[in-house]
C-alpha cells in the first residue's frame, strides 16, 4: 500500500510563507490524483488543493486561490504545497491525500481518497 508524510509544518507569521512537502512510499503517484486537506479545530476537513494524475489540472477553493500553489513530481513520488500571504485563518492540520484513479480528473472531497498522511501543524499567528 502507499505510505504518505507530511513535513514542512510550523509556526509562522501572517504574510510569511511556507512550503509543505508529501513524500510517497511503497508505489508510484503516476495513476494518482493527489490533494491537500486542511482541519482546524471545531471544523470539517475542507479541500485545500488538488492535482489530478499528470499534475496538467490543479484546483484550489476561493478561500486560497491565488495563495497556494499545489505542485508534484511523478520521477520523485513527492508532491508539495507551496503557500503565501499566509493568514491566521489559515491555521490548522494539513494532511497529504491520495487516490488511485483511471482518468486525469482532479478529485476535491475527502470520501474520494483512500490514503492518507498523518497531518502536519501549520500555525499562522496574528
Known amino acids: 500500500q502507499v505510505q504518505l508524510v507530511e513535513s514542512g509544518g510550523g509556526l509562522v507569521q501572517a504574510g510569511d510563507s511556507l512550503r509543505l512537502s508529501c513524500a510517497a512510499s511503497g508505489g508510484t503517484l503516476r495513476a494518482r490524483a493527489m490533494g491537500w486537506f486542511r482541519q482546524a479545530p471545531g471544523k470539517e476537513r475542507e479541500i485545500v488543493a488538488a492535482?489530478?494524475?499528470?499534475?496538467?489540472?490543479?484546483y484550489y477553493p476561493k478561500s486560497v486561490s491565488g495563495r497556494f500553489t499545489i505542485s508534484r513530481d511523478n520521477a520523485k513520488n513527492t508532491m508539495d504545497l507551496q503557500m503565501g500571504s499566509l493568514k491566521p485563518e489559515d491555521t490548522a492540520v494539513y494532511y497529504c491525500?491520495?487516490?488511485?484513479?483511471?482518468?486525469?480528473?482532479?478529485?476535491?472531497?475527502?470520501?474520494?481518497?483512500?490514503?492518507w498522511g498523518q497531518g502536519t501543524q501549520v500555525t499562522v499567528s496574528s
Open positions: 492535482i489530478n494524475w499528470s499534475g496538467g489540472t490543479t
Open positions: 491525500a491520495s487516490r488511485r484513479t483511471f482518468d486525469s480528473a482532479v478529485r476535491t472531497s475527502t470520501h474520494e481518497y483512500d490514503y
